[in-house]
């Protein structure tokens, strides 16, 4: 993602995306929420494609799982469609959150480590989930118009062109916005204090301390402070920080106090960010400083979160018993009894899925011994009974199910699998694995196929069917799928064609 600079959260700063789908009658005010979603999808392809994208399952598990309870708050918020709404986070030093059209939210993995509390991250949020809900990219493409497509693809090229260098970012995007970037400025100020508007709103109902809003604008306010020389006047599309922290502060004097612990499944979630963000080697010796540095704190939860990480640390370096002892720790510093000068952080003790992933993640390292993977699968079917909607651990089920060498068990199941949750390409992806080790080379490849078509790679998936109909193996039936498959998959490509041409 960029590496820029920047004063403040973007909501509207798009990351790269392939291509967009047509925006139709440009002559509506704005964009209707069905092309809303079609572009966010589109956007959203691009983005889990990216190196930098974390597709970590119990990181997305905790941010879906946090992001829905704020919008459950306000169930206005999912607009006239209900869509459902898709939080994520990618890898990138700036402090920073995105909204995308049609209720797809991201946030830089440097904003996750640098809220401190709960209520923090749910200010960022639920400041997104404001421009969402009041459709501004929508409402900003319908008002320019003829030209609505012109700045959003502008700003995926510059997104695209800053991995090359900030002045060629640059370059791309002055190029594509021209004179169009200075009329939309008055609209984004307007739009930055709509969505703090509806974000406070947001945070009130969902029983969180609104205060949290105004301690994270402070931060970045400090944060940006040494960068607001280099940002172009043109980019400055948001109102001052202390302009909005005033407007918030206004605002809770009329609140009534709020106080909400923060969650245990927060400081395992901002342990893994702060992993994810820098796997290099001398990433992770940086990582296990600061958790080491961590277990000196004061809070339970702290501590919990310390070992927690120190054992990703572990795992991401490929020592199983190192991983085993910290999870271990972590355990055991959460169950305790806790000393009267300790504090307990408010939270519950009761069983954490984050940990139960963690406890898999250890026990499925390839570097384990053969005798462990018996005791991954008992571990397994206990967790996905324990935490019957965790998407992670279903797939640790599968994963478990293989290793033990139960392969034509873990192919019926994640056959199952697959029908109930049509959207996932992982499932797919494992299911390749499963046929892959029984040898069905058919089969893999069409499992393949299916997975690249959930990730919009039409015709890498029609490569895959291709590779799948010369198999050795492949029947006449086998044959016949492949076929029809193959003139769906021709038919979505040309409309992806036409989509693109306008």
């Known amino acids: 993602m960029s590496a820029k600079p920047a004063s403040s959260w973007t909501p509207l700063a798009v990351p790269p995306a392939p291509n967009l789908p047509n925006l139709g009658d440009t002559s509506r005010e704005d964009l209707s929420p069905a092309m809303e979603r079609k572009i966010g999808e589109e956007i ?51 402090l920073n959150a995105f909204a995308l059209p049609g209720g797809f939210i991201g946030v830089h993995s440097a904003l996750v480590l640098a809220a401190q509390t709960e209520a923090e991250l749910a200010s960022v949020l639920s400041h997104e989930i404001g421009h969402v809900a009041q459709r501004h990219i929508a409402r900003m493409l319908g008002q320019q118009r003829q030209d609505a497509l012109m700045p959003l693809a502008a700003m995926l090229l510059a997104a695209l062109a800053s991995r ?18 200075q009329r939309q400025l008055n609209f984004g100020r307007d739009a930055e204090r709509e969505a703090d508007r509806i974000g406070f709103q947001i945070m009130g109902e969902a029983g969180f301390d609104t205060t949290g809003m105004v301690a994270f604008f402070g931060r970045m306010q400090a944060a940006s402070r040494s960068y607001s020389d280099l940002m172009p006047a043109y980019l400055q599309t948001h109102p001052l920080t202390t302009e ?7 605002r809770i004097r009329e609140q009534p106090y709020k106080q909400r612990a923060d969650s245990l499944s927060f400081h ?14 001398q990433g992770l010796l940086n990582a296990k400083a600061v958790f080491t540095t961590q277990l000196e704190q004061q809070s339970r939860f702290q501590v919990v979160a310390a070992h927690y990480g120190l054992s990703f640390v572990a795992v991401k370096q490929g020592k199983p018993l190192d991983a085993q002892k910290e999870l271990d720790a972590a355990n055991a510093a959460l169950h305790q009894p806790a000393a009267p000068n300790v504090l307990t952080s408010g939270g519950t003790q009761a069983p954490n899925s984050l940990l139960a992933a963690m406890a898999l993640e250890v026990l499925l390292m390839p570097a384990q011994k053969k005798e462990v993977a018996q005791q991954a699968l008992k571990a397994a079917d206990a967790a996905r009974q324990q935490f019957p909607l965790s998407r992670g651990i279903a797939h640790q089920y599968a994963e478990a199910l293989m290793a033990a060498g139960k392969l034509e068990q873990s192919t019926l199941y994640l056959r199952e699998q697959v029908q109930l949750y049509k959207e996932e390409p992982e499932l797919y992806d494992l299911l390749a694995k499963a046929y892959a080790d029984q040898g069905k080379m058919t089969l893999q490849h069409m499992a393949l196929a299916e997975s690249y078509v959930l990730q919009g790679a039409t015709m890498a998936a029609l490569d895959q069917l291709t590779i799948a109909r010369k198999s050795t193996d492949a029947t006449f039936y086998d044959q016949a799928v492949i076929d029809a498959r193959e003139r769906e998959l021709q038919a979505k490509r040309r409309e992806q064609i036409k989509d693109q041409k306008g």
């Open 44 to 94: 959203m392809r691009g983005i889990r494609g990216d190196r930098d994208y974390l597709d970590d399952a119990p990181l997305l598990e905790y941010l879906n799982t946090f992001g829905n309870a704020l919008v459950a708050a306000r169930p206005s918020v999912r607009g006239e469609t209900n869509y459902d709404y898709f939080f994520f986070a990618v890898r990138d030093p700036q």
């Open 164 to 181: 090359a260098g900030g002045d060629v970012a640059m370059g791309v995007f002055a190029a594509g916005q021209g004179l169009a970037i």
């Open 244 to 250: 909005r922290i005033a407007d918030i502060q206004a």
């Open 268 to 281: 395992l979630a901002r342990a893994r960010a702060r992993v994810l963000q820098d796997e290099s080697v």
